[in-house]
């Protein structure tokens, strides 16, 4: 099986912009999640979706947003970007859930902003 | 609220040497934990994971866990590290909720990451 793919693996964006990021989980996991990594904060949990509906949320401004196809493709929004935003954004898929099933990463998506 | 320590930021040790990664968690629920690697440049790759049953877990790349609830530990192991070891080890714990259809879902809180360098 193909694993978790993460387009694109760089991004270099400006304050104020926008930007979309796209994730393709492993085929018949219906769970994406994602994840920011920094370096100051590490890993920290932004949202999941389950069936195209986001079922879990973390603690993120409601600049970051997401939504699931029916394909369970995900693509990841960040609008108003600020120097503080740049990060690697990981995307993991799971066949039912976070809890039991254990997630399968991508190898993210890391984005610049200047 | 879930919370994940690390206790070592960084471990360096030599080629062959045994080595223990240390992890303490917090939880007022269940308790699922993982163990995940991260090589430069990658996403995270699952090393171990214990759900319930025999405390002691044993995963890939002949790493294994001891779960210790009396502790609240979740230390790594390794009797016999390899060059090839060198990588970012992060501890999870897993929340787990109940929608009313029945499905458990959660989010992973995670460590700070432990750095593991093993010199020839």
């Known amino acids: 099986k193909a694993g978790v793919t993460q387009t694109p693996r760089y991004l270099i964006k400006t304050r104020g912009q926008q930007v979309t990021l796209s994730c393709s989980p492993i085929s018949g996991h219906r769970s994406v999640s994602w994840y920011q990594q920094t370096p100051g904060q590490g890993l920290q949990f932004l949202f999941e979706?389950?069936?195209?509906?986001?079922?879990n949320k973390g603690n993120f401004p409601g600049r970051f947003s997401g939504r699931q196809f029916s394909n369970s493709r995900s693509e990841m929004n960040v609008s108003t970007l600020e120097l503080g935003d740049s990060a690697l954004y990981l995307c993991a898929s799971s066949s039912a859930g976070t809890g039991v099933s254990p997630l399968h990463f991508g190898n993210g998506t890391r984005l610049t902003v200047t | 609220a879930q919370s994940v320590t690390q206790l070592d930021s960084q471990v360096p040790v030599f080629e062959e040497a045994p080595v223990e990664l240390r992890c303490n968690y917090s939880?007022?629920?269940?308790?699922?934990l993982f163990w995940y690697v991260q090589y430069p440049n990658q996403g995270l790759q699952l090393l171990l994971k214990y759900l319930s049953g025999s405390t002691l877990v044993k995963g890939i790349n002949g790493f294994e866990a001891e779960f210790n609830k009396s502790q609240t530990s979740f230390h790594l192991r390794k009797p016999s590290v390899h060059i090839s070891d060198t990588a970012e080890y992060f501890c999870?714990?897993?929340?787990?909720?109940?929608?009313?259809?029945?499905?458990?879902?959660?989010?992973?809180?995670f460590g700070q990451g432990t750095i593991l360098t093993v010199h020839p």
């Open positions: 999870a714990v897993s929340d787990l909720k109940t929608n009313a259809g029945g499905t458990s879902y959660g989010k992973l809180t």
């Open positions: 979706y389950f069936s195209e509906t986001q079922r």
């Open positions: 939880s007022s629920v269940s308790v699922y």
